[in-house]
């Protein structure tokens, strides 16, 4: 079991962004977003994301639960997130809790790419992810 926290550190950051990682079973990665995630943040959470994209193997969940709704920086990330995954033929899960963070999605044309799950227990079992009440 891994277990990690990161706090942003990045220059001029206005809102503390807090990243725990975890590896609740052996094919899986759950990366806790808490706060906001915005241009002065986004590359704390990056910087957490992205090698375990590149070198995990198996499922990322990426939860949302505590996340202020995201800016746009936040919303490209998970895009890019999205596409590193399919590249790779990896699975890739987004916790969503609230309307807000939901609505976030939805604009940005996110929520028909993602697979979103409404708990983090939802997200570690296997399947399909069930769409959320809009």
């Known amino acids: 079991m891994i277990a990690e926290q990161a706090l942003g ?9 807090l990243l725990d990682v975890d590896q609740p079973a052996p094919d899986v990665i759950v990366v806790t977003v808490r706060g906001l995630v915005d ?3 986004v590359g704390s959470l990056e910087d957490v994301l992205w090698p375990r994209l590149a070198a995990f193997d198996g499922t990322t969940v990426v939860d949302l ?4 709704p995201l800016e746009v920086p936040g919303l490209q ?3 890019q997130a999205y596409m590193r995954t399919q590249a790779r033929g990896v699975g890739l899960r987004v916790v969503v809790a609230t309307p807000e ?6 604009a940005a044309g996110l929520e028909v790419l993602l697979d ?16 959320a009440p809009a």
Do not use: F, K, Y
């Open 77 to 79: 990330l998970l895009t």
């Open 101 to 106: 963070v939901r609505d976030g999605l939805r």
């Open 9 to 17: 550190h990045r220059t001029g950051q206005a809102t503390p962004l």
């Open 65 to 68: 639960t505590e996340s202020e």
């Open 39 to 41: 241009s002065s943040t």
């Open 116 to 131: 979103i799950r409404p708990t983090v227990r939802d997200a570690l079992n296997t399947g399909a992810g069930v769409p």
